[in-house]
């Protein structure tokens, strides 16, 4: 069922979320930010009411056929509509949110970057070890119930202190519309059936291709094709090589600290090299431990072909007293190379991926940010659908040095061409700011009112009067030079 969710969400991913970044385009920030969070917390709540019903109805493949696949499809969609709200609150906030923020500020936009990429990669270590701690000291039920009511309880906090972010900047209030918006719409109305979607899904790739940072994004992308990484096709491998579960843990944790290293590394880099450096550092200490575990692949594996297969009858596994993947014997030289190489991936990524996702941030007109990043979030799934595939067509463990192979030419090759767009352009990026058609939210203190100002919003100009500056608009302002007079 796990691995249904995944990959099942993951498709889903690459087919829809360039929709949902148009559609969060077009509606008021407090609206959609509002609607996703429902939508994620109540999905998940539900999904653990059903796992709880499963468990006190003992409901099992062997005992119920038919019932059991009912439960796992409503489980597996509302895991699917969870992650779809998930990427849609993400993009929310770390494409659009974060950006009216720092408003055109670069350092601050690094550490708040930093800074969420930190707190989200301390989560990510956190969430299994409490998960575990609650499955062991609780029976499988309560821990499922406790999750649901998390997710409801958890909904009132999260809205109300984004509520509280939005009320204290009134930036956030004022949002523009894709000039193209009412085009479309008339397009729509003219166009019925598979046309208008093929023609809406070409749209969404032209606005991402037209944008001066779409060739990193595919660079961001391919960095989702790999095997390396503490997934568990990985863990599986390595435990069928002699490394022991503790020691896996141990690889993981260490894993994680590089990646909040990263992190920490990523700010200074910014005021040093800039944005577009810092990726470049990144890109090069990402290659060079993916080239440690490329080494692995030319040593020799014959120690694989002594793998025991386990015996599964009836859903059970052999012997009850010993895992059929945990091999005893020595840790060879490959699998020393592939530990070090996933455990150290990760400092290089998260400079990598921040670099990049910054890029984005400065270079994407407002109206755009969440359809950009919905096609971005598109492309990313379908790589990381791809190397799914990959998995289940290559799933023999001598077939793994492939997939690694795989995984190096495509990373490699992700860091190679960011390197190209960083010598040929030296990282810089056209920064957008606000202009054309706005929508007002206009509920910044009490209510959830929203409004539309159809009216452009001028670009406001600077006019010197003595020591001050005094913000006017253009349409309105008056030259008082005395040697022009008024104009």
Same mark, same amino acid.
């Given at each position: 069922?796990?691995?249904?969710?995944?990959?099942?969400?993951?498709?889903?991913?690459?087919?829809?979320?360039?929709?949902?970044?148009?559609?969060?385009?077009?509606?008021?920030?407090?609206?959609?930010?509002?609607?996703?969070?429902?939508?994620?917390?109540?999905?998940?709540?539900?999904?653990?009411?059903?796992?709880?019903?499963?468990?006190?109805?003992?409901?099992?493949?062997?005992?119920?056929?038919?019932?059991?696949?009912?439960?796992?499809?409503?489980?597996?969609?509302?895991?699917?509509?969870?992650?779809?709200?998930?990427?849609?609150?993400?993009?929310?906030?770390?494409?659009?949110?974060?950006?009216?923020?720092?408003?055109?500020?670069?350092?601050?936009?690094?550490?708040?970057?930093?800074?969420?990429?930190?707190?989200?990669?301390?989560?990510?270590?956190?969430?299994?070890?409490?998960?575990?701690?609650?499955?062991?000291?609780?029976?499988?039920?309560?821990?499922?119930?406790?999750?649901? +009511?998390?997710?409801?309880?958890?909904?009132?906090?999260?809205?109300?202190?984004?509520?509280?972010?939005?009320?204290?900047?009134?930036?956030?209030?004022?949002?523009?519309?894709?000039?193209?918006?009412?085009?479309?719409?008339?397009?729509?109305?003219?166009?019925?059936?598979?046309?208008?979607?093929?023609?809406?899904?070409?749209?969404?790739?032209?606005?991402?291709?037209?944008?001066?940072?779409?060739?990193?994004?595919?660079?961001?992308?391919?960095?989702?094709?790999?095997?390396?990484?503490?997934?568990?096709?990985?863990?599986?491998?390595?435990?069928?090589?002699?490394?022991?579960?503790?020691?896996?843990?141990?690889?993981?944790? @260490?894993?994680?600290?590089?990646?909040?290293?990263?992190?920490?590394?990523?700010?200074?880099?910014?005021?040093?090299?800039?944005?577009?450096?810092?990726?470049?550092?990144?890109?090069?200490?990402?290659?060079?431990?993916?080239?440690?575990?490329?080494?692995? +692949?030319?040593?020799?594996?014959?120690?694989?072909?002594?793998?025991?297969?386990?015996?599964?009858?009836?859903?059970?596994?052999?012997?009850?007293?010993?895992?059929?993947?945990? @091999?005893?014997?020595? %840790?060879?030289?490959?699998?020393?190379?592939?530990?070090?190489?996933?455990?150290?991936?990760?400092?290089?990524?998260?400079?990598?991926?921040?670099?990049?996702?910054?890029?984005?941030?400065?270079? +994407?007109?407002?109206?755009?940010?969440?359809?950009?990043?919905?096609?971005?979030?598109?492309?990313?799934?379908?790589?990381?659908?791809?190397?799914?595939?990959?998995?289940?067509?290559?799933?023999?463990?001598?077939?793994?040095? %492939?997939?690694?192979?795989?995984?190096?030419?495509?990373?490699?090759?992700?860091?190679?061409?960011?390197?190209?767009?960083?010598?040929?352009?030296?990282?810089?990026?056209?920064?957008?700011?606000?202009?054309?058609?706005?929508?007002?939210?206009?509920?910044?203190?009490?209510?959830?009112?929203?409004?539309?100002?159809?009216?452009?919003?001028?670009?406001?100009?600077?006019?010197?009067?003595?020591?001050?500056?005094?913000?006017?608009?253009?349409?309105?302002?008056?030259?008082?030079?005395?040697?022009?007079?008024?104009?």
């Amino acid at each position: 069922a796990v691995v249904s969710t995944q990959s099942t969400g993951t498709l889903f991913g690459t087919c829809l979320a360039g929709a949902i970044g148009r559609k969060v385009d077009s509606l008021p920030r407090l609206v959609t930010m509002r609607t996703a969070l429902v939508i994620q917390n109540s999905s998940v709540a539900a999904a653990a009411i059903l796992i709880v019903i499963a468990f006190e109805m003992d409901i099992t493949y062997y005992c119920n056929e038919t019932l059991f696949f009912v439960f796992m499809t409503l489980v597996t969609l509302l895991g699917i509509v969870s992650t779809l709200s998930s990427s849609a609150t993400k993009m929310i906030i770390e494409r659009d949110w974060i950006v009216v923020l720092a408003k055109q500020d670069t350092d601050l936009l690094s550490k708040i970057n930093a800074m969420m990429r930190r707190i989200d990669q301390v989560c990510l270590l956190l969430a299994p070890i409490l998960a575990g701690a609650f499955m062991t000291g609780l029976n499988t039920t309560w821990a499922a119930g406790l999750i649901a +009511v998390w997710n409801i309880v958890s909904f009132f906090f999260e809205y109300s202190l984004l509520r509280t972010v939005y009320s204290r900047v009134p930036e956030l209030a004022v949002k523009a519309v894709p000039e193209e918006k009412k085009e479309e719409e008339e397009a729509t109305r003219k166009s019925r059936g598979l046309g208008a979607v093929i023609s809406f899904y070409v749209g969404n790739v032209k606005i991402f291709l037209s944008q001066d940072v779409a060739l990193i994004g595919f660079c961001l992308s391919l960095v989702y094709l790999t095997v390396l990484g503490f997934s568990s096709i990985t863990t599986g491998y390595l435990r069928l090589n002699g490394v022991k579960d503790i020691y896996v843990g141990i690889a993981m944790a @260490v894993g994680a600290v590089f990646g909040v290293l990263g992190t920490l590394c990523y700010t200074p880099l910014t005021k040093r090299f800039g944005v577009g450096g810092a990726g470049a550092v990144g890109a090069v200490t990402l290659a060079i431990s993916y080239g440690v575990c490329l080494a692995s +692949v030319f040593f020799n594996k014959d120690h694989l072909d002594n793998i025991p297969i386990p015996d599964v009858q009836d859903g059970q596994c052999g012997d009850d007293t010993e895992d059929p993947l945990e @091999v005893s014997g020595p %840790i060879v030289t490959p699998t020393i190379l592939v530990i070090v190489g996933i455990t150290t991936i990760r400092f290089g990524l998260w400079i990598f991926d921040l670099a990049i996702s910054q890029s984005f941030q400065l270079s +994407v007109p407002e109206q755009h940010r969440n359809t950009v990043g919905g096609v971005q979030t598109s492309f990313n799934s379908f790589f990381d659908f791809t190397y799914i595939l990959l998995t289940v067509f290559l799933s023999d463990p001598k077939q793994f040095d %492939i997939l690694i192979v795989v995984s190096c030419i495509a990373c490699i090759g992700s860091c190679v061409l960011y390197l190209g767009w960083f010598a040929r352009t030296g990282g810089l990026v056209k920064s957008h700011t606000q202009e054309g058609t706005v929508t007002t939210n206009q509920a910044a203190k009490d209510d959830d009112v929203e409004t539309e100002d159809v009216a452009p919003r001028p670009a406001p100009i600077d006019v010197e009067i003595g020591q001050k500056d005094v913000i006017t608009n253009p349409v309105n302002a008056k030259s008082t030079d005395p040697k022009n007079g008024d104009v």
